[in-house]
């Protein structure tokens, strides 16, 4: 800076402002118990529970998850069943739910958790029926200056019951191991360089190789959420967000086509159909795949997750957007367990030959 | 619960207003009052009476005598009886006006049951600007009226030989002498004061107890300013019932309303921005100005359109007989103005400009500042004088303001917003008879929020483009006025007229362009949402005087909104009445009904304004509003004092009903707004009392403001987020002389409410394992990591407000026409860091921590202004 007393005071002329610390209201809030998680037919049981942190002067982020969360899931055709309580993850704050048992299409479930010094909360879970849907064509497009993934997506709808369907695409991480076997001796690729090397040479000499391939999810690697469009006008996205912003779920009731069938349309931003390990996780060789679910769930999960999905958190916090309140399904507590019939399909991004 | 309201306004009426009638303050004329001299000349005992008591006293010198040596006896009495020994001898009485004392001629007899019309136009003698507002009065009769926006007057008085006075603030008044009968056709100019010897007079006050409050250059003279400006916006938030949005801006919370709620006029032509540099100063150029009269009650019929305030706003109209201009330059704007004859006596122009500087000096003192914003605007008018009868204006204002922010990692990332406005009218304004007046508008407004995004799009190889996100709400509106006043006689003062206007919205598009320009829509020809609309409205009201003592204005508009796709009309009464038990003293009651077809989602929290102005469609209904209020006005103990009650229910308010922008929604904006019920009431006590060359003022606000959405909280009610329970404006001007003045403001405003969580508690996604888009791990209370659980909309406050300004113009006069005046100031003088907006974080403990965000503190000022 040239002249530095002539830029403060121009400074000072255009900010001249500060922070400061205000008090948080004194509430004594009460805790209450958190549920999150959706039961998906066919698959074991996995929840999550933690306990909520009243705003109010004197709270810590901090704070433990208890460990003494008990969970009782309950339906009419089985017996009671106490979930399984596995190490607390600090860093999602919550506690992992389990059981072996297999959750069923159609099946009503009520959960109810207890914790020492907290409210019982509880919650009824309608698993919907199943349905079907298909992939009418893929394409690869423009969107808006975004290069997509774009799906027709067919569903079926089941008549004469409301339904909800949501479409999402992760991608998922996975370690990738290709077997091969020459002259009856396996080999192992990419890990070991002296296989690799034989692979290489093999292919350089016209030789056709066969490899098998062995896909396993990275532990501690997350899925990673993609930005998904859609132009339906007939999906909830449009009506509180617009055909150009990205969202994480696509969100659509059979309120115009109950029983019949819908063409969907969603595009999947392709910026991520691509490994990079230097900003996912460096140091590895990874390669990965895109997972779509098309899931049909219950209607106060599809209710909660309309709430989360014009969610944003600053809201009602000094912007022109109102607060918006989102309606779990945990009585006494907060939350949502959403009851889950999915189809999944994927999408290879990546040359896995080697 | 509209019942419940109903109640309580009849209950205002009929409780307060006869408790109001019966009472009575000090009349100024009994003031006690010990003269320090008991010989001397008239002038040396007005002098002696003004130091001592501070009264105001009015009177032409072709009346009285003030040079008449006189002697009075010793001791204490009553002002009145006093001036009576002092003006012996001259025909002459004391008469007490609006808390000031007027010395008239006696009362000449009358010709009984037989009058006339009396009209004229008031004009600044030398320029011929027209004065707005001036007082025109009969003083045997106490009867009179005030200039209108084209400085004309009508009044109906007896036959007979009579006098008028016309006085106008810092104006030398004068008095016209009218023959015995016939109609009569009076102009006359008045000298300033700044052209001629200091003297010392006081006009009456020019606002009308209850209905409206007029500012006038000489006002605004007189208040803290900001950027070296004095700005018409901050003039009026120190009324009573007015009160800022975040503290430093210059918008207007009008009784609970919105600022989309307030009519704001620019010489008849609506204005649909009036924010400069991010609501720190206001369109309205001082240079430029000559009056704002400001209505937030008892509306008058011919104003429609806005539920809660309207701030009419007259340019000058340039000087018709001599060339002159000025300018002004302060720390982070300039401004410059030209006027004169281009026809001398005919036809006159004025040019001003302003422009904010600070963009252009920043690089040289190299400031690495990623963001970069100006504001200009101009005004430009001519005026042609076609003959006594006919005059005719042309106007014009553009103006702009600029934002930009640049990356500082060296990308090509940038965001840019501007905020224009031009507007433009053409007028023609016509004396068809001494009891007929005429006035032609037609106008034209085109308001235009833009703002672009530069983006760097990547693809699967690595390679980036570019590509811009372009998104812009406008309104492009023109519409013809036409408005009579006719005076068929000494009671009745009827005013008509109808306008029709034609508006084009688009509330919201939204374009994405590809890095060659040409545009990527990813929506086949669904981009925007356009609408065009025409609206009709038609009013009438009469002034009708009762006897001596009461006023009476009954009058009706009519409007009606219609588009292809809806019809909707509104039907609004008017009613104003005023009983003067003296002529000191005003007990005034209104009940208006007030409509709005256009609604403001408008961003007040962040200090940019994000304004998206919308209209009622099929599914959005207009905003309708019943406002009553109930008041007094009068002198106690030397000083004018008011007080009004009033209770306001609108109907069709409208908030966001989600989390996100509206930009976000270029299709279906529709959906993403509720519709509610709001409701204020409240009291406001003003005074303002002068001493020698000190003014003292205050106004009070005590209030309650309701909104209430079926899907919003429940649907239960909740505070407004400007619920502020008490608003105190304190000011202190000192001005001994024409050659210096200072001022200090003091404001407290009670804090704003605004909404907290009650409870957070782990993102769904996350402990779905599923993370955003590039992320591979979780920050505390990022976005991802937390959901707030809000229990009650706008349930906690943020900390009262409250600052001092203060402020100083050291004013040399060289000749009749130069003029050089410097002014200092200072913004918020102790520091106070008020609050404009928080944020919910995470602190070094790890606990919760709410931020508090302050903008302004110690901000000075220095100004040069020049007038030649």
Not at chain 2, 75 to 87: F, K, N, Y
Not at chain 2, 202 to 224: C, F
Request: charged share 20%.
């Amino acid at each position: 800076m040239r002249n530095p007393v002539a830029g403060v005071v121009v400074a000072s002329l255009v900010l001249g402002g500060c922070t400061k610390e205000l008090p948080l209201p004194s509430l004594d809030g009460e805790k209450r118990i958190v549920l999150l998680g959706e039961l998906v037919a066919g698959d074991t049981v996995s929840l999550r529970g933690s306990v909520s942190l009243p705003v109010s002067k004197g709270t810590s982020l901090q704070s433990e998850v208890p460990g003494d969360l008990a969970l009782v899931m309950t339906s009419p055709t089985e017996p009671p069943l106490l979930l399984a309580a596995g190490e607390p993850d600090f860093s999602l704050k919550t506690v992992p739910l389990s059981a072996p048992q297999p959750v069923g299409a159609g099946s009503v479930y009520t959960l109810r958790a207890s914790s020492s010094g907290l409210r019982d909360a509880t919650a009824t879970v309608r698993i919907p029926q199943p349905f079907e849907m298909t992939v009418v064509d893929t394409a690869t497009v423009r969107y808006g200056g975004t290069r997509a993934l774009r799906m027709t997506i067919r569903i079926h709808d089941r008549p004469g019951e409301k339904n909800f369907y949501t479409f999402e695409a992760v991608r998922q991480l996975l370690d990738v191991k290709g077997r091969f076997e020459w002259q009856g001796l396996p080999y192992t690729l990419p890990d070991n360089p002296d296989d690799l090397a034989l692979y290489d040479s093999l292919r350089n000499a016209g030789v056709s190789v066969h490899v098998d391939y062995d896909t396993m999810p990275q532990p501690g690697a997350y899925l990673q959420r993609l930005n998904t469009y859609t132009d339906d006008g007939a999906t909830e996205n449009v009506k509180i967000s617009s055909a150009v912003s990205p969202v994480r779920r696509v969100l659509l009731t059979d309120e115009s086509f109950d029983g019949g069938t819908h063409d969907l349309r969603v595009y999947v931003d392709k910026t991520y159909f691509v490994m990079n390990e230097t900003n996912d996780l460096p140091g590895q060789v990874l390669k990965g795949r895109i997972l779509f679910w098309v899931k049909s769930v219950s209607e106060d999960y599809f209710r909660y997750l309309r709430g989360y999905e014009t969610f944003a958190p600053i809201t009602g916090i000094g912007t022109l957007a109102q607060p918006v309140r989102i309606e779990g399904n945990i009585n006494g507590g907060y939350g949502a367990v959403g009851g889950v019939y999915r189809i999944p399909f994927y999408y290879v991004f990546d040359r896995w030959s080697y | 619960m509209p019942g419940r309201r109903t109640l309580l306004l009849l209950a205002c009426f009929l409780v307060v207003l006869p408790a109001l009638s019966r009472a009575q303050g000090s009349a100024a004329l009994q003031q006690r009052y010990r003269p320090g001299l008991r010989r001397g000349t008239v002038a040396d005992f007005f002098k002696d009476l003004r130091r001592q008591t501070g009264l105001r006293l009015s009177y032409a010198s072709s009346v009285v005598d003030s040079t008449r040596p006189v002697h009075v006896p010793a001791g204490t009495a009553d002002v009145g009886a006093l001036l009576e020994d002092i003006l012996r001898g001259q025909a002459v009485e004391a008469v007490e006006s609006g808390g000031a004392i007027l010395l008239v001629p006696r009362s000449a007899p009358t010709t009984a049951g037989r009058y006339r019309i009396v009209t004229g136009r008031l004009r600044e003698a030398g320029s011929g600007e027209v004065l707005i507002g001036a007082a025109v009065y009969d003083p045997d009769l106490r009867q009179g009226t005030t200039t209108n926006s084209y400085g004309l007057y009508q009044l109906a008085l007896p036959e007979g030989e009579r006098r008028i006075c016309l006085s106008y603030l810092g104006f030398q008044p004068d008095t016209l002498w009218l023959p015995a009968s016939g109609n009569v056709r009076r102009d006359l100019d008045l000298k300033s004061l700044t052209t001629i010897a200091e003297v010392r007079v006081e006009s009456k006050d020019r606002s009308v107890p209850g209905e409206r409050t007029r500012l006038t250059p000489a006002d605004l003279k007189t208040q803290a300013q900001t950027l070296g400006e004095a700005d018409p916006m901050r003039g009026l938030q120190i009324l009573p019932g007015v009160q800022s949005g975040v503290d430093g801006s210059s918008g207007v919370i009008v009784r609970g309303g919105d600022p989309g709620q307030n009519l704001h006029l620019l010489d008849g032509v609506p204005l649909y921005y009036v924010d400069h540099f991010f609501g720190l100063t206001s369109v309205y150029n001082a240079d430029a100005l000559k009056a704002v009269d400001f209505y937030k009650g008892a509306f008058p019929a011919r104003y429609g359109g806005r539920v809660s305030s309207v701030i009419d706003v007259h340019g000058r109209d340039g000087s018709l007989q001599q060339l002159g201009g000025g300018g002004t330059i302060g720390l982070v704007k300039a401004s410059a103005y030209l006027e004169g004859p281009i026809v001398k006596d005919k036809v006159s122009f004025l040019v001003s400009g302003r422009r904010s500087w600070l963009d252009g000096v920043l690089p040289a003192f190299n400031l690495d500042f990623p963001a970069t914003a100006y504001f200009y605007d101009v005004n430009a008018k001519a005026h042609w004088v076609v003959n006594r009868n006919h005059r005719l204006y042309a106007g014009f204002y553009t103006g702009r303001d600029y934002l930009r922010f640049t990356s500082t990692d060296g990308s090509d990332y940038y965001q840019r917003v501007r905020w224009n406005n031009t507007v433009g009218s053409l007028r023609w304004n016509a004396v068809l008879s001494p009891r007929l007046l005429l006035d032609a508008t037609a106008t034209y407004s085109y308001f235009l929020f833009d703002q672009k995004d530069r983006t760097e799009l990547f693809d699967s190889t690595g390679a980036t483009s570019n590509g811009f996100y372009i998104g812009s709400s406008s309104i492009r509106d023109a519409a013809l006025k036409l408005q009579l006043q006719w005076t068929p006689g000494r009671n009745h003062r009827i005013q008509t007229g109808i306008r029709l206007a034609n508006a084009d919205f688009t509330p919201t598009t939204l374009e994405r362009l590809t890095g060659d320009g040409s545009i990527s829509s990813p929506v086949s020809g669904a981009l925007s949402s356009q609408f065009q609309n025409t609206e009709a409205s038609v009013f009438a009201e009469d002034a009708i005087r009762l006897g001596e003592r009461w006023t009476v204005r009954p009058g009706l508009h009519v409007a009606g909104w219609l588009s292809g796709d809806f019809r909707y009309g509104s039907i609004q009464p008017r009613m104003y009445v005023a009983y003067r038990p003296v002529p000191s003293q005003t007990v005034y009651a209104s009940v208006s009904r007030m409509g709005q077809f256009l609604h403001l989602l408008s961003n007040n929290g962040s200090g940019l304004s994000n304004d998206f102005w919308v209209p009622s469609t099929a599914r959005i209904r207009p905003e309708q509003s019943w406002q009553g209020s109930v008041g007094w006005s009068g002198t106690v103990r030397k000083a004018l004092v008011g007080v009004e009650a009033y209770y306001k229910d609108v109907d069709g308010v409208i908030a966001y009903n989600t989390g996100r922008s509206l930009f976000d929604n270029s299709d279906h904006w529709q959906d993403k707004i509720e519709q509610g019920h709001g409701w204020s009431y409240g009291a406001e006590l003003s005074a303002r009392r002068d001493f020698g060359p000190w003014t003292a003022s205050m106004a009070y606000t005590l209030s309650w403001n309701w909104r209430q959405f079926d899907n919003l909280n429940g649907g239960e009610k909740f505070p407004y987020r400007y619920d502020r329970r008490h608003n105190l404006n304190l000011k202190l001007c000192y001005a001994p002389s024409r050659r210096f003045d200072a001022v200090v403001q003091w404001m407290y405003l009670s804090g704003e409410a605004f909404t907290l969580p009650d409870q957070l508690y782990p993102d769904l996604d996350n402990n779905l394992q599923i993370v955003s888009t590039g992320t591979t791990s979780f920050s505390p209370l990022n976005p991802a990591s937390y959901t707030y659980n809000y229990a009650a909309w706008n349930a906690y406050r943020l900390p009262a407000t409250h600052r001092l300004d203060a402020g100083m113009n050291f004013t040399r006069y060289r000749g009749a026409r130069y003029m050089r005046t410097w002014s200092l100031g200072m913004f918020n003088v102790y520091g106070r860091p008020n609050v404009s907006w928080v944020l919910l974080s995470e602190n070094v403990q790890g606990g919760l921590s709410l931020q508090g965000f302050s903008l302004l503190q110690f901000v000075p000022y220095a100004s040069l202004k020049i007038r030649f």
